[in-house]
């Protein structure tokens, strides 16, 4: 008879937290040099509670401006060789190290793989006379739950630290085909489920512009590395509006396309196969070319051919044909649930009074049609198995759950086990709900032409992208604004649009609430700790509308003054 087995006593969770943050504080040694002792220490204490201007106090004059300088100029730059990819790549690599002290917003810097890469990119150009792809010498930052071929994918979770990627995803191997540099790998929450971004491995990631409020989630570490510019071009995830928040919260542009346009395989996440709500990847950047760029590089490339879950849809470049005609933008004032903070609202108003002075556009109002049980339908289909296997893995650590992991999972009357019959009841909710939603859309044409086809409907709705600016920790807990688009797979693109003004955005003094969680929203509200952070809003259009939304965005910035 043999032995008993003896099993491998289980590690502290603490000390494999321990562990992830002395990595990642190795990786970014190297550039830290020269940084004032208290942003090698990290005390939050005496960190700056604005960290948007420290970098210039720090930072060399060439780095400012490499970092600086806008995606689609530096690809310019990159390619004629007035930039060199070592020299730009140094630049992001110092300006991301600084970013992580100041927002705690990297899991791991690649110093080695980034600079190996654009010496290898220096040569070819040299050798050759031509860049070696659109991206040639672009450093782009990675959210972490994106596989990277040897590296770590843990995803939030201290159970998954030392699980190691056997190959890089989908999107990284298009990316790299086309120039790219990847230099950073960037911070998310535990369960991925949050619109925060804070774990046990690496802890709260903040907000660049006030440290207080949060980032976002859950592609928050992109979201504050973007604005802190330790990066120019991200990728992120998006499930419920982990693109879009952090976008929004950040000031920074961002783009969740429909799903099965762009490749996820490769990523990491508990529920792996489960997609009654598919999830999407997208770009994340300081300008709105930055995320054409990425669409269209990563569709150029036909993944379809390689991962045949995704639609064989052309990118298409010609945006002239979305706007050279009469333009309908529908204005979604609230979602007919929880009214958003005065800042949101005056910015919404402002956006709305100078669409009116862009030629070709009719502004149109847009009735919300039931978007409390769009969130009743989308959150009884986000953990089928009633978050059972993302429970087990917290507990396979003993780490600790998170105050927001606690509110999704545990505090969620709609998260409940599914078996097969109440799964497929909800997916035919879901179904009906979408063709409602689409009836709803195909009501605003205002007629038809003589082969038939609808005319004159809305071309996009204009929206909040959520109830307020960046909240509070811990305080994020109304999906609704971004959600939505997810249950609907409509496409939809944020944009910075302002700043709050204690001084203008106040409270009103008799205001009333359209619900309960209106009432919790309002309570949120803080003019003064909510002074100079971002204002976005978003723009939404129907399925596989990708190039449409970005085009009449396009349009729309070509007209401000």
Wanted: charged fraction near 20%; proline fraction near 7%.
């Amino acid at each position: 008879m043999a032995p008993p087995s003896k099993s491998k006593p289980k590690r502290p969770w603490q000390e494999i937290a321990r562990e992830a943050q002395e990595y990642r504080d190795a990786s970014i040694a190297t550039f830290t040099k020269g940084f004032p002792a208290i942003y090698a220490t990290g005390q939050v204490a005496d960190l700056p509670k604005n960290s948007t201007a420290i970098p210039s106090e720090f930072l060399g004059k060439r780095d400012l401006q490499i970092t600086e300088t806008l995606t689609e100029e530096l690809v310019k730059l990159l390619a004629n060789g007035k930039l060199s990819a070592t020299e730009v790549t140094t630049a992001f690599l110092r300006r991301a190290a600084l970013a992580q002290r100041l927002t705690n917003c990297i899991t791991e810097l690649l110093p080695d793989r980034a600079l190996a890469r654009a010496k290898e990119l220096d040569t070819y150009l040299r050798q050759h006379g031509r860049p070696i792809g659109p991206l040639h010498g672009l450093p782009i930052s990675v959210k972490e739950m994106i596989g990277m071929k040897d590296l770590g994918l843990n995803a939030g979770y201290v159970a998954w630290w030392g699980k190691v990627a056997s190959e890089d995803a989908h999107i990284l191997q298009i990316l790299w085909d086309a120039g790219a540099v990847f230099h950073a790998r960037t911070t998310q929450p535990q369960s991925m489920m949050h619109l925060e971004t804070d774990s046990n491995l690496y802890g709260v990631t903040v907000n660049p512009y006030n440290r207080n409020v949060s980032p976002g989630g859950s592609s928050g570490g992109e979201g504050a590395l973007i604005a802190m510019r330790g990066s120019s071009l991200g990728i992120g995830s998006d499930i419920g509006g982990s693109i879009r928040c952090p976008a929004a919260n950040c000031g920074i542009y961002g783009f969740k396309p429909t799903a099965f346009r762009i490749p996820t395989d490769g990523w990491c996440s508990t529920m792996a196969g489960a997609d009654p709500v598919p999830g999407v990847i997208g770009p994340m950047s300081t300008s709105l070319e930055g995320i054409k760029l990425f669409m269209k590089t990563v569709i150029d490339a036909k993944p379809w051919l390689h991962e045949p879950a995704l639609t064989p849809i052309c990118w298409n470049s010609d945006f002239s044909g979305y706007t050279n005609r009469p333009l309908k933008i529908a204005v979604m004032w609230n979602d007919g649930v929880v009214t958003p903070h005065p800042p949101i609202e005056r910015e919404l108003h402002e956006t709305v009074a100078h669409l009116r002075t862009i030629p070709n556009v009719e502004v149109v109002e847009w009735k919300p049609y039931l978007h409390d049980e769009g969130w009743a339908i989308i959150s009884s289909l986000y953990f089928t198995d009633g978050g059972a296997e993302d429970a087990a893995t917290i507990a396979e650590s003993g780490e600790p759950w998170r105050p927001l992991t606690t509110w999704m999972l545990k505090e969620n009357s709609c998260v409940k086990k599914l078996n097969p019959q109440k799964l497929y009841y909800w997916q035919e909710e879901r179904e009906a709900y979408r063709k409602e939603y689409a009836k709803v859309w195909n009501d605003t044409a205002i007629g038809r032409n003589e082969m038939g086809y609808l005319e004159g409907m809305v071309d996009v709705i204009l929206c909040p992208v959520g109830p307020g600016v960046a909240l509070k920790h811990n305080t994020a807990k109304y999906w609704g604004y971004t959600s939505q688009w997810n249950l609907l797979d409509y496409p939809a693109v944020v944009f910075p649009v302002g700043n709050v003004d204690q001084n203008i955005d106040v409270q009103p003094v008799k205001y009333e609430t359209m619900s309960g969680k209106d009432e919790e929203n309002w309570a949120l509200y803080d003019p003064e700790e909510f002074h100079g952070l971002p204002i976005s809003l978003q723009l939404v259009g129907r399925r596989f509308e990708d190039e449409k939304v970005l085009a009449i965005l396009e349009y729309i910035l070509s007209h401000n003054q």
